[in-house]
């Protein structure tokens, strides 16, 4: 299994950016799909999940301006942020949780100017 996260850039503060992460190779047994993001000199961190029957959750810091999706014909989850802030610069990594273990993506950069 394989992730590729693409999406990341430079944006105002205020603007919008999508992420995806598209998958590959035989998965079995999802359990979840995560969006993690590691600022710098900080710690990574959790942003949200989305599980097979389609709930989802968010770390409270980015409820409400973040949305995380998926298409399953495209085998890719997304990450909508909308009304970013500076304080979401970091970089952003994408993981799969099945029953046979996680598997992280190679992450992709998001910097928020103010």
């Known amino acids: 299994v394989q992730l590729q996260a693409s999406g990341g850039g430079l944006v105002q503060a205020g603007g919008s950016l999508r992420l995806s992460c598209a998958t590959s190779g035989r998965i079995i047994g999802i359990k979840a799909m995560r969006w993690y993001r590691q600022a710098p000199d900080k710690e990574r961190e959790w942003v949200a999940t989305?599980?097979?029957?389609?709930?989802?959750n968010y770390a409270d810091s980015v409820e409400g301006r973040f949305t995380i999706s998926r298409d399953s014909a495209k085998r890719t989850v997304y990450l909508q942020m909308n009304t970013l802030e500076p304080e979401d610069t970091a970089v952003y990594y994408c993981?799969?949780?099945?029953?046979?273990?996680?598997?992280w993506g190679q992450g992709t950069l998001v910097t928020v100017s103010s």
């Open positions: 989305i599980i097979p029957n389609g709930s989802v």
């Open positions: 993981n799969i949780n099945t029953v046979y273990g996680s598997r």
